[in-house]
């Protein structure tokens, strides 16, 4: 993602100027100094946010599995069909996908 | 109150002050806390009580140079770290470095302490995200909540350790939280055990509350969005494994503490990558 216009804090100062590409380092100053959204322009976090989907199809179906079950053991005490609950359970999976690529089951 | 509440209220002040290793605060914290109070007092009165313990502060130091600040240049002296963080939020910082230094040279049978601290300091740290995205004054305040959020659990293992066990076994049988299972076999849980020692500890009343309520949320007084803030942050500190104070699932969720805090979705994805980014480099800090 790329920032559409410059971001300052309440003071006014410009923390972050307009065109620049959002790494993950930049929501650390933002958060920072309370700011919370920004106006921005394309597609994906630095250029490095991995597709769900297709990182899916790269998991063998049976460590696929295995993630999906861990995702149901770890809210089995919750309640699943809250909006909140369903996104965070999508970040969980993501990350055990992402730490299986880069691990891989070990 | 009624009667057994009376008798299970006793059961943890005594449990509390039966506990003579974690009895009183590290002297240095109650200093600056008098110092802080004190109107004639200066910064430089308060840098120089944090100077006297180099340990502390090569800690605090390193936390004010970490990824939880960002900052743009480097930070070399106490003063100025007090200068830019802000006194009081790091008097909060102090609290949470030497309560993690108390505790760990304290043994408790039966609980991974590397384990315990690392979901207390991922607590602290999505506690702290939240905090910044409902822009709240003072973060650390909620750095601090989340990092005591459990610490009754710690008093419970150290003096009643097969009690502890045991509580865990049960919640897996029977696919409780963690609380529930304490709460059937001992007629209290940890978050009664935290809140009363923070009490002794004369800690502020927002913390024992947020501490006390942590789990349920609706029952907190006078804090409802601390213990709300918690709430949370313990939830997405055991979705994403960070972590375990002996919780084998995410806690039970009371959807009214997301709503109270009116923060959206989007902001759930933030409040992940920020306190992912951040956890490790705290996590070496605190836990070297």
New interface residues.
Partial sequence: MVLAADVSDLSGRVLLKAGCVIQ??H???L??W?V?AVGVTGEG?GGSNPDPEREECRIPAAALREIEAEVV???????GD????R???A??KQ?LMSNYSLHGDE | MVMSEMSSQGAVERLVSQSPQVAALPLIYQRLDEAINDPHSNLSRIADIILEDSSLSARLLRLANSAMYSFPSRVETINRAITIIGTRQLQDLVLATTVVSMFRGVSAEGIDMESFWRHSIAVGICARAIAACRLEANVERFYVLGLLHDIGRLVIYMQLPQQADESIRLSKELRLSLYQAERRLLDFDHTDVGRVLLSSWRLPLSLQEGVGSHHTPGRAGRYPEDAATVHLADIFANALAMGSSGEPVIPVFEAHAWESLGLSEEDLTLIITQSKAQYQDVLDIFLE
């Fill in positions: 993950p380092g929501l650390q100053i958060a920072t309370g919370t976090l053991r770890r809210f089995s005490v919750v309640n809250h909006p909140l609950m996104r965070l359970a970040i969980v990350d």
